[in-house]
């Protein structure tokens, strides 16, 4: 059986809608907004070899205001036929809600009560698609992004999408090969790049074909891949068969260079980016970079996997992970690196009003022998110690966001909020914790169960 089919994985089947949620403790009054996240959540049986990213999205929102929890939704992104269901992250930008996926399927725009209205207006503009995981830069307001895609080669692309939702701007960059390049990062003056070991594998898609089409289809990628002579969507058909992949066609590769670059922000040359060999590694997330002017230096904080789709290939399993400092001088061209916490956790957030600048204190979720758990993680990068909470036993804690009490409140001055799930009643609540000491503040119960996802976002009022 695939595991991310299962427990606190399984699907839900029914979209709810609660109004009026029963509430542990006290919502803080200034909480105005929705918190949304996304996940997969098969609509159907996809199968054995499921991989765990590759199921159409759910979006699961809860309505705060004045200390009240409006209502709880989930829904389906419903979109284009034709189109993958995004189903990795969900911002709020430009007055608009959007939901993101990676690797060339575009985003979708969602309204208030996240129904899908449809494509994105920006998502045209784009050369192939766009990213999971953009930066918002917290003085100008712009989206910063690194998006790939297995058509474009060994090509990504950074782009900027300006306050008013329209693409400002697009760079090519040329990296080593096809990789996943799942997040990146921000400086004030820099792009980081991840170029790591996971790369597409043509053997992969080619090895779904009947026996007899294997080397014809094998080939045929080959001429196909960064080349694309035919239409982007004629060729994901190639790799998604009948529209819906089952196989996420990524692996490891040992003989890929890892890397890092640096791109200007206001470089419109791809070729301006400067690179920094690391060890072979694969990074899903960033929790923040910055730039250290007196040392010349900048400095990455990332979650580290050793490797990642070299054994399991239905979803990352491949041992314990860390948080680790990647630190790129700019004198020597060298690159060192730190392990901050040895704790396997994934994940990493930070207070984003401090995006691409020096931050102090981080958040993440610990896992429990590579599976889901009960432990809130807070990082002191500055004392180089780590808080370890545990919330319960039987509790599977998702991804925490940092929400501030205040515009101009201190660093770790607000709360941390995310999706719970109680393993034995199989019902999931919010919890609001403290960040600063990540004692409960409130609990918000919910009508149903939040199946394990990925990323979201506290959405403020306008």
């Given at each position: 059986?695939?595991?991310?089919?299962?427990?606190?994985?399984?699907?839900?089947?029914?979209?709810?809608t609660?109004?009026?949620l029963?509430?542990?403790?006290?919502?803080?009054?200034?909480?105005?907004?929705r918190?949304?996240?996304?996940?997969?959540?098969?609509a159907?049986?996809?199968?054995?070899?499921?991989?765990?990213?590759?199921?159409?999205?759910?979006?699961?929102g809860?309505?705060?205001?004045?200390?009240?929890a409006?209502w709880?939704?989930?829904?389906w992104?419903?979109?284009?036929?034709?189109?993958?269901?995004?189903?990795?992250?969900?911002?709020?930008?430009a007055?608009?809600?959007?939901?993101l996926?990676?690797?060339?399927a575009?985003?979708?725009?969602?309204?208030?009560?996240?129904?899908?209205?449809?494509?994105?207006?920006?998502?045209?503009?784009?050369?192939?698609?766009?990213?999971?995981?953009?930066?918002?830069?917290?003085?100008?307001?712009?989206?910063?992004?690194?998006?790939?895609s297995?058509?474009?080669?060994?090509?990504?692309?950074?782009?900027?999408?300006?306050?008013?939702?329209?693409?400002r701007?697009?760079?090519?960059?040329?990296?080593?090969?096809?990789?996943?390049?799942?997040?990146?990062?921000?400086?004030?003056?820099?792009v980081?790049?991840?170029?790591?070991?996971?790369?597409?594998?043509?053997?992969?898609?080619?090895?779904?074909m009947?026996?007899?089409?294997?080397?014809?289809?094998?080939?045929?990628?080959?001429?196909?891949?960064?080349?694309n002579?035919?239409?982007?969507?004629?060729?994901?058909?190639m790799?998604?068969?009948?529209?819906?992949?089952s196989?996420?066609?990524?692996?490891?590769?040992?003989?890929?260079?890892?890397?890092?670059?640096?791109?200007?922000?206001?470089?419109?040359?791809?070729r301006?980016?400067?690179?920094?060999?690391?060890?072979?590694?694969?990074?899903?997330h960033?929790?923040n970079?910055?730039?250290?002017?007196?040392?010349g230096?900048?400095?990455?904080?990332?979650?580290?996997?050793?490797?990642?789709?070299?054994?399991?290939?239905?979803?990352?399993?491949?041992?314990?992970?860390?948080?680790?400092?990647?630190?790129?001088?700019?004198?020597?061209?060298?690159a060192?690196?730190h392990?901050?916490?040895?704790?396997?956790?994934?994940f990493?957030?930070?207070?984003?009003?401090?995006?691409?600048?020096?931050?102090?204190?981080g958040?993440?979720?610990?896992?429990?022998?590579?599976?889901?758990?009960?432990?809130?993680?807070?990082?002191d990068?500055?004392?180089?110690?780590?808080?370890?909470?545990?919330?319960?036993?039987?509790l599977?804690?998702?991804?925490?966001?940092f929400?501030?009490?205040?515009?101009?409140a201190?660093?770790?001055?607000?709360?941390?909020?995310?999706?719970?799930?109680?393993?034995?009643?199989?019902?999931?609540?919010?919890?609001?914790?403290?960040?600063?000491?990540?004692?409960?503040?409130?609990?918000?119960?919910?009508?149903?169960?939040?199946?394990a996802?990925?990323?979201?976002?506290?959405?403020?009022?306008?």
């Amino acid at each position: 059986m695939n595991r991310y089919l299962e427990d606190g994985f399984a699907p839900v089947h029914d979209e709810l809608t609660a109004f009026d949620l029963d509430v542990t403790g006290t919502l803080p009054d200034h909480l105005d907004g929705r918190y949304l996240r996304i996940g997969p959540n098969p609509a159907t049986d996809p199968g054995d070899d499921y991989h765990w990213f590759l199921g159409e999205g759910m979006v699961h929102g809860v309505r705060l205001e004045d200390g009240v929890a409006r209502w709880y939704r989930n829904r389906w992104v419903r979109p284009a036929e034709g189109d993958f269901a995004p189903n990795t992250n969900v911002i709020g930008h430009a007055g608009r809600t959007l939901a993101l996926v990676e690797a060339g399927a575009p985003p979708y725009e969602l309204g208030d009560e996240l129904d899908t209205v449809g494509r994105s207006c920006f998502a045209g503009d784009l050369r192939a698609g766009y990213t999971a995981h953009p930066h918002e830069d917290p003085v100008s307001g712009e989206l910063h992004a690194v998006s790939y895609s297995w058509t474009r080669g060994n090509r990504v692309d950074y782009s900027v999408i300006g306050t008013d939702g329209q693409l400002r701007r697009q760079v090519e960059v040329e990296v080593h090969g096809s990789p996943m390049m799942h997040d990146c990062a921000i400086t004030e003056n820099y792009v980081v790049v991840y170029d790591l070991p996971v790369t597409f594998d043509i053997d992969m898609v080619a090895g779904k074909m009947p026996r007899p089409l294997r080397l014809p289809a094998r080939l045929a990628l080959n001429r196909v891949v960064g080349r694309n002579p035919v239409p982007d969507r004629v060729v994901d058909a190639m790799a998604r068969g009948n529209g819906v992949p089952s196989q996420l066609p990524y692996s490891w590769d040992d003989d890929y260079p890892a890397r890092i670059g640096l791109l200007p922000r206001d470089s419109v040359d791809g070729r301006d980016v400067r690179w920094f060999d690391i060890d072979p590694c694969y990074v899903f997330h960033t929790l923040n970079a910055f730039e250290v002017p007196e040392t010349g230096e900048v400095v990455i904080d990332a979650v580290r996997h050793d490797r990642m789709f070299a054994t399991v290939f239905t979803g990352p399993d491949e041992g314990p992970t860390s948080l680790v400092r990647f630190t790129l001088d700019l004198g020597s061209g060298k690159a060192r690196e730190h392990r901050y916490d040895e704790h396997s956790q994934e994940f990493p957030r930070h207070d984003e009003r401090l995006t691409g600048r020096r931050h102090r204190y981080g958040y993440s979720v610990g896992f429990d022998d590579g599976g889901l758990g009960d432990t809130v993680l807070r990082h002191d990068t500055v004392a180089g110690t780590t808080a370890v909470r545990r919330l319960g036993a039987g509790l599977e804690a998702g991804e925490l966001v940092f929400v501030p009490s205040s515009p101009d409140a201190a660093e770790d001055d607000g709360v941390l909020m995310g999706y719970v799930t109680d393993r034995p009643t199989g019902r999931s609540t919010l919890r609001v914790l403290d960040a600063a000491t990540l004692d409960d503040v409130a609990t918000v119960h919910l009508p149903g169960r939040v199946p394990a996802g990925f990323h979201g976002n506290w959405v403020p009022t306008a």
